[in-house]
């Protein structure tokens, strides 16, 4: 009498639990998409480059300590260096906003 009686109720019970699941899955399948990537500034570069412009490039704040722009520096430059595949323009730029950002200036802007 209580084999069936047990039986009965594990089966229930897991009906009801793949129920759950099912509505817990489609649930989670039916949220929006949540981007996880930082987004991109948009736009060019500007004639003149800016501390604002220069901080964009390198992902630091404009009043960043030197370590954190020669790490960012090095970073980007590993992405986009010449040798690499990178662009000779990128190049400089990323070389510009480094050297604005850290007080030196080579007589004004890019070559390009």
């Keep these: 009498m209580a084999t069936p009686l047990i039986t009965g109720l594990s089966v229930a019970a897991a009906a009801m639990s ?38 964009l490039i390198l992902g630091v704040r404009e009043h960043a300590a030197l370590e954190k722009i020669k790490e960012a520096h090095r970073r980007v430059m590993v992405a986009n260096h010449p040798d690499s595949g990178g662009s000779h323009y990128l190049a400089s730029k990323i070389n510009e906003a480094k050297d604005m950002l850290t007080g030196r200036q080579k007589g004004g802007s890019s070559v390009f």
Excluded: D, N, S
């Design 18 to 55: 793949g129920r759950y699941l099912i509505r817990a899955w489609q649930a989670f399948k039916a949220r929006p998409a949540v981007p996880r990537a930082r987004r991109f500034y948009p736009g060019g570069f500007e004639r003149e480059m800016t501390r604002r412009e220069a901080a």
